[in-house]
């Protein structure tokens, strides 16, 4: 018996939508779930329409954050769903219907993108919804919407199974225009820090499953790749070479990632409800991966013992999916300790249990090829995935947030766990005082304001007796003072406390402050991804010409 088909009908595809229905039920009415992360995003939606309207381009630096002294979030947090954001934003679009698009749209491009790969992969139609079925209801994915609100993972789940539809195109020789080859690796690159981390690595692995040394196949990936990391550099190299500029690196997060291992029982069975990871062994946020992918693997594993070598064409692609689901699984419970705690760069993945975005992903081609074992196979699928069904139905949203654009226009807040985005030398604490003006700290001056935002301010200054003036501002890379045209060293000290302030003898003075480019990562990505974007122009232009070309002749 072949393990697979490519026979099959459309008699499911009733299941995906009642399946979204369910899932998205929180969306259909006013207002969004109240979320560990949901609010911040909204937050962050709002501040990066500001800093663009402020003439930040990039926006790096959220100017109403930390009651309008800013806070620089946007210099190193993923930024596809702010920019995917900014259009309706701009349009005055609440920032929470935004929200709920993108959610919704995320996860419709995951199942999708699964059943698009899965097709490659010859499977029958049945079986790519049930398999596109299970990652819609698996537990992680209902957290996702209705407890940890992280459109960013979202955004990356609903991405990652288009890499693999990618790599399977390139080694079937079927080709992929530059546009959207290079739109859908930028797109992961800049759609969650951390799932990029693991997924690149997990995309490379799965590649060098697929290619082997047939090196045609590798170049017809590294050039897209290539290009799609170069058009990110505006992003990732800021983001990387000025981490040590916030307290990120330190951050109490980073340091606790095997806290945060789970137990095995954890991942076979918790309770789908609203909660949080701790740092013990008790808590109350599910880990659980799902009965279907879980069964599917036992299952699978099992036939690869007994029938593996009859069918070795067939064993060896559900060998690899088997081993890198089992893999993905270990590190995720306490027996991967080790690994969390000697290899370099793990640690930012925070909670281990993340990796359940990619075993979910690998793991729906071990459904659809147990779907195809035989009825009684399927019919033990379906049942267990109407279980999840009504396990998520029951699941409902510990509060409900419904807030207007100005309010999060005017979000005090920073919107970080542990201000882990907060620059290394801010000390101070006295938010509530902020006002649009300069303070006097020592010495005797008046001033006289002419324009006041969040990045960029311009007034005049008489100073009578030396003074140091002090703008309500955090002091973070790229900020510039120019006095009378001139730029002024800025100081730090135990009355400046990290905010932005220089010192002026007596005299009178136009000083104009503004946040810019001005760094030498972020001049140089900048840079790169220019260039990138013109040669992509370019590729994309001659790619169009060759086509039209043969249509005419």
């Given at each position: 018996?072949?393990l697979w088909?490519?026979?099959?009908?459309?008699k499911?595809?009733?299941?995906?939508?009642?399946?979204?229905l369910?899932?998205?039920?929180?969306?259909?009415?006013?207002?969004?779930?109240?979320?560990?992360?949901?609010e911040?995003h909204?937050?962050?939606?709002?501040?990066y329409?500001?800093?663009?309207?402020?003439?930040?381009?990039?926006p790096?630096?959220?100017?109403?954050?930390?009651n309008?002294?800013g806070?620089?979030v946007?210099n190193?947090?993923?930024?596809?769903?702010?920019?995917?954001?900014?259009p309706?934003?701009?349009?005055?679009?609440?920032?929470?219907?935004?929200?709920?698009?993108?959610?919704?749209?995320a996860?419709l491009?995951?199942?999708?993108?699964?059943?698009?790969?899965?097709?490659?992969?010859?499977?029958?139609?049945?079986?790519?919804w049930?398999?596109?079925?299970?990652?819609?209801?698996?537990?992680?994915?209902?957290?996702?919407?209705?407890?940890?609100?992280?459109?960013?993972?979202?955004?990356?789940l609903?991405?990652?199974?288009?890499?693999?539809?990618?790599?399977?195109?390139?080694e079937?020789?079927?080709?992929?225009?530059?546009f959207?080859?290079?739109?859908?690796?930028l797109?992961?690159?800049?759609?969650?820090?951390?799932?990029?981390?693991?997924?690149?690595?997990l995309?490379?692995?799965?590649?060098?499953?697929?290619?082997k040394?047939?090196?045609?196949?590798?170049l017809?990936?590294l050039?897209?790749t290539?290009?799609a990391g170069?058009?990110s550099?505006?992003?990732?190299?800021?983001a990387?070479?000025?981490k040590?500029l916030?307290?990120?690196?330190?951050?109490?997060?980073?340091?606790?990632?095997?806290?945060?291992?789970?137990?095995?029982?954890?991942?076979?069975?918790?309770?789908?409800?609203?909660?949080y990871?701790?740092?013990?062994?008790?808590?109350t946020?599910?880990?659980?991966v799902?009965?279907?992918?879980?069964?599917s693997l036992?299952?699978?594993?099992?036939?690869l013992i007994?029938?593996?070598?009859?069918?070795?064409?067939?064993?060896?692609?559900?060998?690899?999916?088997?081993?890198?689901?089992?893999?993905?699984?270990?590190?995720q419970?306490t027996q991967?300790?080790?690994?969390w705690?000697?290899?370099?760069?793990?640690?930012f993945?925070q909670?281990?249990?993340?990796?359940?975005?990619?075993?979910?992903?690998?793991?729906?081609?071990?459904?659809?090829?147990?779907?195809?074992?035989?009825?009684?196979?399927?019919?033990?699928?379906?049942?267990?995935?109407?279980?999840q069904?009504?396990?998520?139905?029951?699941?409902?949203?510990?509060?409900?947030?419904?807030?207007?654009?100005?309010d999060?226009?005017?979000?005090?807040?920073?919107?970080?766990?542990?201000?882990?985005?907060?620059p290394?030398?801010?000390?101070?604490?006295?938010?509530?005082?902020?006002?649009p003006?300069?303070?006097i700290?020592?010495g005797e001056?008046?001033f006289?304001v002419?324009?006041?935002?969040?990045?960029?301010?311009?007034?005049?200054?008489?100073?009578i007796?030396?003074?140091?003036?002090?703008?309500?501002?955090?002091?973070f890379?790229?900020?510039?003072?120019?006095?009378?045209n001139?730029?002024?060293?800025?100081?730090?000290?135990?009355?400046?406390?990290?905010?932005?302030?220089?010192?002026?003898?007596?005299?009178e003075?136009?000083?104009?402050?503004r946040?810019?480019?001005?760094?030498?990562?972020?001049?140089?990505?900048?840079?790169?991804?220019?260039l990138?974007?013109?040669?992509?122009?370019?590729?994309?232009?001659?790619?169009?010409?060759?086509?039209f070309?043969?249509?005419?002749?």
């Amino acid at each position: 018996m072949k393990l697979w088909h490519k026979t099959g009908n459309n008699k499911f595809g009733w299941l995906i939508g009642v399946l979204l229905l369910v899932l998205f039920r929180p969306y259909l009415s006013a207002g969004v779930p109240f979320t560990h992360d949901g609010e911040n995003h909204l937050a962050r939606f709002a501040n990066y329409k500001v800093a663009v309207r402020e003439g930040q381009l990039p926006p790096r630096f959220a100017p109403n954050l930390v009651n309008h002294y800013g806070y620089p979030v946007f210099n190193y947090n993923y930024p596809l769903a702010n920019l995917l954001s900014l259009p309706p934003s701009i349009l005055g679009v609440s920032y929470e219907l935004t929200f709920k698009i993108l959610m919704m749209g995320a996860l419709l491009m995951a199942v999708v993108g699964t059943a698009m790969w899965l097709k490659l992969l010859g499977f029958s139609r049945s079986a790519r919804w049930i398999a596109g079925g299970a990652l819609l209801v698996a537990p992680f994915t209902a957290n996702l919407i209705y407890v940890r609100g992280n459109v960013g993972e979202v955004l990356a789940l609903g991405l990652f199974p288009w890499l693999l539809w990618l790599t399977k195109r390139l080694e079937k020789k079927e080709s992929v225009n530059w546009f959207t080859s290079v739109s859908l690796i930028l797109a992961f690159l800049l759609s969650h820090n951390i799932s990029v981390l693991f997924g690149m690595a997990l995309w490379l692995l799965y590649c060098w499953h697929s290619f082997k040394r047939h090196q045609v196949l590798w170049l017809s990936w590294l050039k897209p790749t290539i290009l799609a990391g170069l058009l990110s550099l505006w992003f990732w190299l800021p983001a990387l070479a000025e981490k040590n500029l916030v307290i990120l690196a330190g951050s109490q997060l980073n340091n606790q990632t095997t806290d945060h291992l789970t137990q095995l029982q954890q991942l076979i069975s918790s309770p789908l409800q609203f909660g949080y990871s701790y740092e013990s062994a008790i808590d109350t946020l599910s880990f659980a991966v799902g009965l279907v992918p879980l069964t599917s693997l036992v299952i699978v594993s099992l036939w690869l013992i007994k029938f593996g070598r009859r069918q070795k064409t067939t064993s060896r692609q559900l060998i690899f999916w088997c081993l890198l689901s089992w893999w993905l699984l270990f590190l995720q419970t306490t027996q991967a300790s080790w690994f969390w705690k000697n290899l370099p760069l793990v640690g930012f993945i925070q909670f281990p249990w993340r990796l359940s975005l990619f075993f979910l992903i690998f793991a729906t081609p071990l459904v659809a090829a147990v779907w195809r074992l035989g009825k009684s196979f399927s019919w033990l699928i379906f049942s267990l995935l109407i279980v999840q069904l009504i396990n998520v139905s029951r699941l409902a949203p510990a509060d409900r947030l419904h807030k207007t654009n100005l309010d999060y226009d005017l979000f005090s807040q920073s919107t970080s766990t542990l201000n882990e985005n907060l620059p290394t030398q801010f000390t101070y604490l006295d938010f509530a005082d902020w006002s649009p003006k300069p303070s006097i700290a020592s010495g005797e001056a008046s001033f006289t304001v002419e324009h006041w935002t969040g990045s960029s301010r311009r007034y005049q200054l008489t100073v009578i007796q030396d003074a140091l003036i002090v703008e309500p501002t955090m002091n973070f890379a790229g900020w510039q003072t120019r006095v009378n045209n001139q730029l002024v060293e800025h100081v730090n000290n135990d009355l400046v406390q990290g905010r932005l302030a220089y010192q002026l003898p007596s005299g009178e003075y136009q000083v104009e402050s503004r946040f810019t480019q001005q760094t030498w990562s972020r001049l140089v990505g900048n840079s790169i991804s220019g260039l990138g974007l013109l040669v992509w122009g370019i590729l994309i232009w001659q790619e169009k010409r060759h086509v039209f070309g043969k249509s005419s002749a």
